[in-house]
């Protein structure tokens, strides 16, 4: 299993992105994803976790900020709205499913990189 995280850039602030992340593999399905982001200099922070049918938000994203699932596809998407400059960092997915052999792993993705300028 293997996770694909795109849809970063460098953007001015108050436009909007979309990250992806693309979870692919032998799974049987995925309990849950989360997107957090590391800025320069600080600790990686969460900022959104999604079973698919429940959505959580760091309080610093609440309002801007949509996860969602798409399952047939196996996808994540963390759309951010009225981007600041607090927003800069590499974000990076990260998945606990369950395989197809009866384990559960956890699995993170290779992060992209969201520049706001403002």
């Known amino acids: 299993v293997q996770l694909q995280a795109s849809g970063g850039g460098s953007v001015q602030a108050g436009d909007s992105l979309t990250l992806s992340c693309l979870v692919h593999?032998?799974?049987?399905?995925?309990?849950?994803v989360t997107w957090y982001r590391q800025a320069p200099g600080r600790q990686r922070e969460l900022v959104a976790h999604t079973t698919g049918h429940t959505a959580q938000y760091a309080g610093s994203v609440q309002g801007r900020a949509s996860i969602s699932m798409d399952n047939a596809k196996n996808m994540v998407y963390l759309q951010m709205n009225s981007l600041k400059s607090d927003d800069t960092g590499v974000y990076f997915c990260n998945a606990d499913i369950d395989l197809l052999t009866g384990d559960r792993r956890d699995y993170w993705g290779q992060g992209t990189q969201v520049t706001i300028s403002s």
């Open positions: 593999g032998r799974l049987l399905r995925i309990r849950s």
